[in-house]
């Protein structure tokens, strides 16, 4: 399942990794904000054998901060039904609910979605 990035996120993750060093998201299943996916520092999410790793996103360089990566993870019961979907990252204004790290700066990450054509 391919995952990408808008620009907006990429900026807003490198302002997290400043913060609070390396990252993962989670990406449920649940309704509402939990829908979101949710930006964690690494290793505070607790994954388990019910997880799915959907690949590590490239978030490039920019002024003078390094390229990095961050890992995408999923449940695998929401994997089996998004498996032929190209998932995209964005940012967008707002607060969502929950504990992923962008909240306090007033926006939230945003999963947009394509189904993948054969």
Known sequence: MPVGLTPEAAQQLRRLRARHGELM??????????????????GDFILSEADEHLGDLHVPASG?????TV???????????????????????????????EAPDGVRFLVRSDVCRP
Request: proline share 4%; glycine share 12%; net charge negative.
């Open 25 to 42: 998201f989670h990406q449920s299943g649940g309704c509402c904000d939990g829908s979101s996916p949710m930006c964690f520092a690494d």
């Open 64 to 68: 003078e901060d390094e390229a990095f």
């Open 71 to 101: 890992g995408v993870w999923m449940s695998k019961e929401q994997y089996r039904l998004w498996a032929h979907t190209e998932l995209t990252i964005d940012l967008v204004p707002g607060r969502g609910a929950g504990f992923s790290l």
